[in-house]
């Protein structure tokens, strides 16, 4: 900026000289990069996306108008704990959501096993929910040993394969007192939770690996960071530079 | 997938014995090891405060401009990884997936806009806080007093998340309850700030930052070797840990791995944790959009980091400091989602119960079995991480107390002594509210801080925006702006704490969604600009010897 003039303005828009010209074309250039960069690229990744079910839902959708009508075959009956374990599972789900479908699985349960299997269903469930309250450790052993009694049952039971993580659930899952019938609240409940847990924001932009990662989480974890710290380097080599040929002493 | 040995397991597993349960027995009684790496890092805080105490008023406010380049970034990334970057936002990718990386792109992408539109320009201006820009460039002394409260303010809110975490720290070392462990952990930040002030802070900033990295690192170079992902680069090796949440691990591939309760590493899968916006975290599009935006101008406007850039001597210092900054910075932010990443399949299992999502980091490397001392060093790290950024913040906040309210405006003829008294007092009085507040417990500590950003957002940043490139940007543009921005502040909050209270206000799930907590400046800040664009032009002129100032030493 010229210190001989006779006014002082300054406005980004509206550069008065060739170095401020230069400075605030600069800035814009970087700035686009950053705003396309960050939004842009997610912007594209809503644009793209599809709601994709998860094998576990597709099988539900199968069965679970015979389930709710409680006519289902053995087998979809099965399918339908084992979706319910799959967003079991999950972790993270409402304790109201949590309670249907540890209603759904019990009763499926109960309902599968054979005459000698019920009783010895309830028994091992309610000894198991006493020990629960009992012990002091998940390391003890009588706890241990009634955990892996009940999943060695629950999961024959349900035709769960050995291999299967959600054999570790079913033992925590299973709820003595609601064994007996399926609530329909709970039932009511089960259209609403699945799709929300089963079903999923994916594009091909989520679904290709880099380094391991899904592509779009690889993007925003670790290269966006990248981007950022390069531009700015990028900014304070070339504001050196200039400086330098301009001779401007700061 | 993975095979380990395990020999090798027990071996690295002594964590096993005494977190032999769970979610409960993760945290645990008093812990010798932790609690004598804690001390010894505090003893070391305080020893290098001491030895580089503050003397003076200038001391205290901006350490004698005396700071190197890469000290002033590593300064500027110590005072930066807080709780909410060390704790926090594991805690929101371990609770809401990709959500939870709105706020690592946000939190970072905002050093560009702080780079390309501020750094330097603030240096050259040569004021010592932001409301002393605020106060001198919109020649008021109105907006100087409201300057300094807002910056108070904002130091409040962002300490508030901080003193969260020092609380949850404590309480997990020293096994006692979490208002007890807020007490005494805020005590104890309060006497060092109070000991050693700026000078000291930034010496010990540098102390700090390295104790951070290490405390924060080492464990996922353990965690990753010793679950048989690519170790040499955690950063990038828990990209396999990821896939393998989208995809489930079967317990055949996950022979004689355990966590630490001896569960399998095996878990159902979960596209949720990796998917953008996914139904089950109950967060959309918009939100993680609105929350990105809404942190970068914050990073762009929170006075305790624009306050960092007075201690640089050269405009390209201020420059060069941001890049130092960032890249120190990111070291962190490359790591934290693999925190996050691994407590969800450590914990995958039911039995593990629900754990305290801010406290994740920590639960993750004992659940991954690490050794003990090596866990209690992370939850030190923790601590350090949130001690020097609200020692900043005390320091800043005061600074607003002391030299903005009572030198500038209420005894301008103060002596050196009476001013580095008030700066203490209100030092003081800033941390007995923000313990009163970190005790209701509102939200988790990124959120909490994230608050401070929006603040920070809709009432700094336009001011120091448009007061910079525009000089068509007048006092009552300003006035105008800033109150556009408070209101839209105060209905946000307003909205926020009454829900927290259990009060329901008209339409408050519309507010609640448009108008976050901790994203209202999505439209904040737009609109505060604007509103001081339109007055400014239909007001008087900014003087003539302002116009001249940010010609001849601002852009020149």
């Known amino acids: ?47 793209i996306e599809k709601p994709t079910p998860e094998e576990a839902y597709i099988k539900y959708e199968q069965v679970w108008e015979n389930v709710y009508v409680e006519i289902a075959s053995v087998e979809e009956m099965q399918t339908f704990a084992h979706t319910s374990l799959s967003v079991l599972g999950k972790v993270f789900i409402k304790p109201n959501e949590k309670a249907s479908l540890d209603n ?44 892996k009694a009940l999943s060695d049952l629950g999961s024959t039971i349900l035709g769960l394969q050995k291999t299967d993580p959600r054999t570790k659930i079913i033992s925590v899952e299973l709820v003595s007192s609601e064994m007996e019938s399926f609530k ?40 966006l960071l990248v981007l950022f710290v390069f531009l700015c380097w990028l900014y304070c080599v070339r504001v050196d530079a200039m400086n330098i040929k301009l001779d401007i002493e700061e | 997938m993975k095979k380990f040995l395990l020999p090798i397991i027990l071996l690295l597993t002594p964590s096993l014995l005494f977190a032999a349960g769970a979610s409960t027995q993760l945290e645990g009684g008093f812990k010798v090891g932790p609690a004598i790496i804690l001390i010894t890092i505090l003893c070391v805080f305080v020893l ?22 890469v000290g002033s970034g590593m300064a500027i990334a110590s005072n930066w990884m807080s709780a909410a970057s060390f704790l926090g936002m594991a805690a929101l990718m371990y609770g809401s997936g990709y959500h939870g990386l709105a706020y690592v792109v946000g939190w970072t992408g905002g050093y560009v806009l702080l780079l390309i539109l501020m750094a330097g320009q603030i240096r050259k201006y040569g004021k010592y806080t932001a409301a002393d820009f605020i106060g001198d460039r919109f020649y008021s002394q109105g907006l100087r007093a409201t300057g300094a409260i807002i910056a108070i303010l904002i130091s409040i809110s962002y300490c508030v998340g901080q003193f969260g975490g020092i609380g949850l720290m404590f309480k997990w070392i020293l096994g006692i309850d979490y208002a007890y462990a807020v007490i005494i952990g805020g005590s104890v930040v309060l006497a060092y700030t109070l000991i050693s002030g700026m000078l000291g802070v930034t010496k010990n900033m540098q102390i700090q930052y390295i104790i951070i990295i290490i405390s924060f690192i080492i464990p996922l170079f353990i965690l990753t070797f010793k679950f048989d992902y690519f170790w040499l680069l955690p950063q990038i090796g828990y990209g396999s840990v990821v896939s393998d949440i989208v995809s489930g691990v079967n317990i055949s591939e996950a022979t004689q791995m355990f966590n630490a309760l001896g569960h399998d590493y095996a878990m159902v899968p979960a596209p ?64 934290a989602p693999a925190y996050a990443a691994f ?70 003829k103060s002596s050196p002594k009476k001013q580095l008294l008030m700066a203490r007092l209100g030092t003081v009085l800033m941390a007995v509210i923000v313990t009163l507040l970190a005790l209701k417990n509102w939200a988790l500590i990124a959120q909490l801080v994230a608050v401070a950003f929006s603040l920070a957002g809709v009432t700094i940043f336009p001011l120091f925006l448009l007061g910079i490139w525009w000089s068509g940007s007048n006092k009552q543009g300003a006035i105008a702006g800033l109150c556009t921005g408070l209101l839209v502040a105060i209905i946000a909050l307003t909205y926020f704490i009454a829900g927290k209270e259990g009060v329901t206000l008209p339409y408050h799930e519309f507010v609640n969604y448009w108008l976050g907590a901790w994203y209202f400046a999505w439209i904040g800040a737009p609109l505060a600009i604007l509103v001081n664009i339109i007055v400014s032009k239909i007001t008087p002129e900014t003087p003539r010897e302002i116009r001249k100032f940010l010609v001849l030493n601002v852009h020149s």
């Open chain 2, 272 to 335: 949720e944790y990796a998917m953008p916006w996914d139904p089950a975290t109950g967060q959309t599009f918009f939100q993680w959009i609105a929350i990105a935006f809404s942190l970068m101008i914050g990073t762009a406007g929170l006075p305790h980091v624009i306050q960092r850039f007075y201690v640089v001597p050269k405009a390209r210092d201020a420059r060069w400091s941001v890049v130092w900054g960032l890249f120190f910075i990111c070291i962190l932010y490359w790591s």
């Open chain 2, 343 to 412: 407590g969800k399949i450590l914990s995958a299992n039911p039995e593990v119960g629900k754990l305290a999502k801010d406290a994740i980091v920590v639960y993750t490397a004992q659940l991954g079995g690490v050794n003990p001392l090596i866990v209690g060093l992370l939850a030190a790290g923790g601590v350090s991480a949130a001690f020097s950024t609200v020692s900043g913040l005390l320091v800043a906040g005061s600074s607003a107390f002391a030299h903005d309210l009572y030198v500038k405006i209420i005894n301008p």
């Open chain 1, 184 to 223: 329909t609240e709970n039932k009511d409940m089960i259209p609403v939770i699945m799709p929300t847990y089963l079903i999923h924001n994916q594009s091909f932009l989520t679904d290709f690996k880099f380094l391991g990662f899904p592509f779009h989480y690889f993007y925003s974890a670790v290269f």
């Open chain 1, 1 to 47: 900026m010229d210190s001989n003039q006779n006014d002082y303005h300054i406005s980004f828009f509206k550069p008065t000289t060739a170095m401020a010209k230069w400075n605030r074309n600069l800035a814009i250039k970087l700035i686009l990069i950053w705003a396309v960069a960050v939004f842009g690229f997610h912007f594209l990744l809503r644009a």
């Open chain 1, 104 to 147: 759904a699985v019990s009763w499926v349960t109960y309902q599968l096993a054979d005459s000698t299997q019920k009783v010895l269903l309830v028994e091992k469930t309610k000894e198991f929910e006493k020990i629960k309250e009992e012990i002091t450790s998940i390391s003890d052993p009588k706890y241990i040993e009634t955990k």
């Open chain 2, 48 to 69: 290098v405060g001491v030895v580089f105490r503050a003397k003076d008023t200038a001391d205290f406010y901006a350490a004698g401009r005396s700071i190197s380049r």
